[in-house]
Nanobody
Framework: QVQLVESGGRWVQAGDSLRLSCVAS????????MGWSRQAPGQEREFVAA????????DYADSVTGRFTISRDNSNNTVFLQMNSLKVEDTAVYYC???????????????WGQGTQVTVSS
């Protein structure tokens, strides 16, 4: 069965950096596109970033472009989200996602992790 386990979320101050990790199991990781989405309090879940199976293609939400970087390590079934210059509005539960297609990660990912909380204070 598919499992996506996130880690790395914590409380930070605005301007700080943070790296989230997600370890995947239960499927052929190197064949799937991976991504991150987030949900802020009182808001709907939103797409953050995506990376193709090979890592050769990435996609970002406008709100994080230039500040966040998604990467993956297919040898260790892990996807990362490096977050720099964090803002208070980045506060959310961050979810690791998986889908057969990169475009699917923007709309309706097939699999979701349980989430990790990131809190950014001013």
């Amino acid at each position: 069965q598919v499992q996506l386990v996130e880690s790395g979320g914590r409380w930070v101050q605005a301007g700080d950096s943070l790296r989230l990790s997600c370890v995947a199991s239960g499927f052929t990781f190197s064949s799937w596109s991976m991504g991150w989405s987030r949900q802020a309090p009182g808001q709907e879940r939103e797409f953050v970033a995506a990376i193709s199976w090979s890592g050769g293609s990435t996609d970002y939400a406008d709100s994080v472009t230039g500040r966040f970087t998604i990467s993956r390590d297919n040898s260790n079934n892990t996807v990362f989200l490096q977050m720099n210059s964090l803002k208070v509005e980045d506060t959310a539960v961050y979810y690791c996602t998986a889908d057969r297609y990169v475009y699917g990660l923007r709309t309706r990912p097939e699999h979701w992790g349980q989430g990790t909380q990131v809190t950014v204070s001013s």
